[in-house]
């Protein structure tokens, strides 16, 4: 199964600490980051994918587990 999420956040050390720990406990990065403004502050977004096999879909999967 491949998982999908996006990751998103205040641009500053702890959104890029969200996605190094990401990316070290098996997510790859797919695609090129996304940055916008609300009107404060930069937010910035990132798109992640995890090949798991031997898992199958389900729609409760609690994707922070892996």
Not at 3 to 21: A, K, N, S
Not at 45 to 50: E, I, M, N, P
């Amino acid at each position: 199964m491949k998982l999908y999420r996006f990751v998103t956040g205040p641009d500053d050390v702890t959104f890029c600490m969200r996605v190094t720990e990401s990316i070290n406990n098996g997510w790859e990065l797919h695609g090129s980051p996304t940055l916008t403004f609300n009107g404060e502050s930069p937010i910035a977004g990132q798109a992640l994918v995890k090949e798991v096999p031997d898992e199958e879909f389900s729609k409760g999967i609690d994707l922070r587990s892996y």
